[in-house]
């Protein structure tokens, strides 16, 4: 009989590569927790928001996406937030939007999740300021009996079209504080991608300054880092090939990392 004994550094490669592993498969927005590895399938039109993590532009989400999730028995309810919201002109204090949240999604054998219940939040396109890039994240929840949102949330939800209402009620939800009061739990699914809108100006390749694409995300639903970029590209900042190539790039140095464990054992 063998018996192996991990010492401190074979145990911080162990747990490194076990991260990295986690981390790369992500749904869910970068540093937003509980992740989730399951993918929630969004698609704009007929182009779909996969891999998670790529640019598109204002325009080309203007109305609700369509949402699919292979082996599905249950209700959902789907949320959509905007995590790098600036407030009072300073990135070192970004807070949320909440986008858009509909209950009673369910499919009928396919992969295709419907609802027949009108919105809680009716859809809000996505659009960040010019030269501005944001980091949006939709997120899927087993739907509890009884759902119902609470009254301290109603604001939140009203239809942007109610006299008196303003898109500035639903600054600052507080999605981690929403899910406990409701009993959501944890997501089931989830997507995340940038919007970026350009600087006004007919020029595609010029140079913009634009907040970063990598706002990191707590579990209460709010940005907590914020940095500045620069980028002189194209329209959109980030290609879906870009980021597989960078998701490629994660595997390999997982494999290696595997690789030097089985050599050290």
């Known amino acids: 009989m063998h018996t192996i004994v991990f010492g401190h550094s074979s145990l911080l490669a162990t747990l490194t590569a076990a991260y990295t592993l986690r981390t ?12 989730t590895s399951s993918h929630l399938t969004v698609t704009y039109g007929t182009a779909a928001i996969n891999p998670a993590g790529i640019t598109v532009l204002g325009n080309e989400v203007v109305d609700a996406p369509s ?4 082996g599905t028995y249950s209700t959902y309810v789907a949320i959509m937030m905007d995590f790098s919201v600036e407030t009072n002109g300073s990135t070192q204090s970004n807070t949320t939007l909440l986008h858009w949240t509909l209950a ?13 219940q ?8 996505l659009g960040p300021p010019a030269g501005q890039t944001h980091t949006y994240g939709i ?3 087993n739907e509890p009996a009884n759902f119902a949102v609470p009254a301290e949330y109603i604001p939140f939800f009203n239809n942007l079209t109610t006299p008196g209402s ?4 639903r600054v600052g939800f507080n999605l981690t504080n929403f899910v406990a009061k409701t009993g959501l739990g944890a997501s089931v699914a989830a997507d995340w991608f940038l919007v970026s809108t350009p600087n006004a100006t007919g020029n595609s390749t010029m140079t913009t300054n634009s907040t970063s694409s990598a706002t990191r995300t707590s579990n209460t639903g709010a940005a907590t880092v914020s940095t500045s970029s620069t980028s002189s590209s194209p329209s959109t900042t980030q290609s879906s090939s870009g980021t597989m190539i960078t998701r490629v790039e994660r595997i ?3 494999v ?3 690789g030097f464990l089985v050599s050290f054992f």
């Not at 790369?24 to 992740?35: L, S, Y």
């Not at 949402?67 to 292979?70: H, R, V």
Request: net charge negative.
């Open 67 to 70: 949402l699919g999730l292979a």
């Open 166 to 169: 303003s898109v500035l009620n």
């Open 24 to 35: 790369a498969f992500a749904q869910t927005p970068p540093g937003f927790e509980p992740a």
């Open 252 to 254: 390999m140095m997982i």
């Open 104 to 116: 009673g999604l369910s499919s009928n054998g396919t992969t295709t999740l419907t609802s027949h």
């Open 118 to 125: 009108a919105a809680i939040a009716p859809y809000f396109p």
């Open 139 to 141: 997120f899927l929840y």
């Open 256 to 258: 290696g990392t595997l």
